[in-house]
């Protein structure tokens, strides 16, 4: 991967400096990633309902446009 922009997704093409550049895909990086302290919660409440109990009683869904 360049840093400066050779293939239109770099530096160069979003016209910043590189060490910008960089701070921002660290940034972007670490806003989507999840902690660990949260991933450890996964399952741990064996009351929560389940993803059919939740959407009981909302009905059947609408028809959806095709992707074709």
Known sequence: MS???NQGFGAKAAKVSVSKWVAD???KSVETSWPPEFLALAGAFPDFPDADEL???YG???PRESLD
């Open 55 to 57: 959407r009981n009683g």
């Open 3 to 5: 840093l400066t922009g």
């Open 25 to 27: 895909r660290v940034a």
């Open 60 to 62: 059947e869904d609408v």
